[in-house]
């Protein structure tokens, strides 16, 4: 039992101990290995708020156009739209139902206009509203797509962060190797193990970073599409009303 227990503990002795291998890293490395996990800390922060942003976006969204249809009336549809905070779609309808709005009340020529009146005499007005929507698209995409730069920042930037501290590290090794005028397995090895553990946390920081970065570019294509399609929705009902 005495030898067969022996080569395990030797094998358990020499298992991989990352703790230790960033621990006991250089003073470079360890700046090196402090950046990727500080990236990969934010990197997964960011990743849960956004899935928690976009889904909301997308659902409230959905309920908010079921809502618009099944209604008749406009302001009854932006009395909804209140309900409905975390909706591009909603806070496009409301930038445009308000522009909507201020331009009826105002009085045009002798006869005026009623506050609720959907009549519009010139072409210029209807572009207003269409100015509207577009910079509250223009805002709502701002919204949807912030933090994901990071995202894109951290993929393509963490590989070759962590290749810098690998590079250093090897260098670093070497140079003690030199000083110490021996290149045996023992004197190599703890020193070039130490350099690449940067290079796999940069990997690790940057794997996930791609996927949840093109994952949530899909998702803001398609909320983004939504609003461009209502969009156009809401400009031809307003069109159909200005020509009763």
Same mark, same amino acid.
Request: glycine share 8%; proline share 3%; net charge neutral.
């Given at each position: 039992?005495?030898?067969?227990?022996?080569?395990?503990?030797?094998?358990?002795?020499?298992?991989?101990?990352?703790?230790?291998?960033?621990? $006991?890293?250089?003073? &470079?490395?360890?700046? &090196? #290995?402090?950046?990727?996990?500080?990236?990969?800390?934010?990197?997964?922060?960011?990743?849960?708020?956004?899935?928690?942003?976009?889904?909301?976006?997308?659902?409230?969204?959905?309920?908010?156009?079921?809502?618009?249809?099944?209604? /008749?009336?406009?302001?009854?549809?932006?009395?909804?739209?209140?309900?409905?905070?975390?909706?591009?779609?909603?806070?496009?309808?409301?930038?445009?139902?308000?522009?909507?709005?201020?331009?009826?009340?105002?009085? /045009?020529?002798?006869?005026?206009?009623?506050?609720?009146?959907?009549?519009?005499?010139?072409?210029?007005?209807?572009?207003?509203?269409?100015?509207?929507?577009?910079?509250?698209?223009?805002?709502? &995409?701002?919204?949807?797509?912030? #933090?994901?730069?990071?995202?894109?920042?951290?993929?393509?930037?963490?590989?070759?962060?962590?290749?810098?501290?690998?590079?250093?590290?090897?260098?670093?090794?070497?140079?003690?190797?030199?000083a110490k005028g021996s290149a045996n397995l023992a004197t190599v090895a703890p020193g070039i193990a130490e350099a690449l553990i940067?290079?796999?946390?940069? #990997? &690790?920081?940057?794997?996930?970073?791609?996927?949840?970065? +093109?994952?949530?570019?899909?998702?803001?294509?398609?909320?983004? +599409?939504?609003?461009?399609?209502?969009? +156009?929705?809401?400009?031809?009902?307003? /069109?159909? $009303?200005?020509?009763?």
């Amino acid at each position: 039992m005495t030898l067969a227990a022996a080569p395990a503990a030797a094998a358990g002795g020499h298992e991989l101990d990352l703790v230790q291998l960033v621990l $006991s890293s250089g003073g &470079v490395v360890l700046g &090196v #290995l402090f950046c990727l996990i500080t990236f990969s800390v934010v990197t997964t922060f960011i990743i849960g708020y956004k899935l928690f942003q976009l889904s909301r976006a997308a659902s409230e969204s959905e309920a908010f156009l079921d809502e618009f249809w099944q209604q /008749k009336r406009l302001d009854a549809v932006y009395e909804r739209a209140k309900q409905h905070q975390r909706s591009p779609v909603a806070a496009m309808f409301k930038a445009g139902y308000v522009e909507l709005m201020r331009l009826t009340r105002e009085p /045009k020529g002798e006869e005026g206009r009623g506050p609720g009146s959907m009549v519009m005499s010139a072409g210029d007005e209807l572009e207003n509203v269409e100015r509207a929507l577009r910079r509250s698209f223009i805002a709502e &995409v701002t919204h949807l797509e912030s #933090l994901t730069p990071f995202l894109a920042t951290v993929g393509s930037a963490a590989p070759f962060v962590g290749l810098f501290g690998t590079v250093w590290g090897i260098m670093d090794a070497f140079r003690n190797i030199g000083a110490k005028g021996s290149a045996n397995l023992a004197t190599v090895a703890p020193g070039i193990a130490e350099a690449l553990i940067a290079t796999a946390i940069g #990997l &690790v920081a940057a794997i996930p970073a791609v996927m949840a970065y +093109n994952f949530f570019a899909r998702k803001i294509k398609v909320i983004t +599409n939504e609003m461009d399609s209502f969009s +156009n929705d809401f400009l031809n009902i307003i /069109k159909r $009303s200005t020509m009763r």
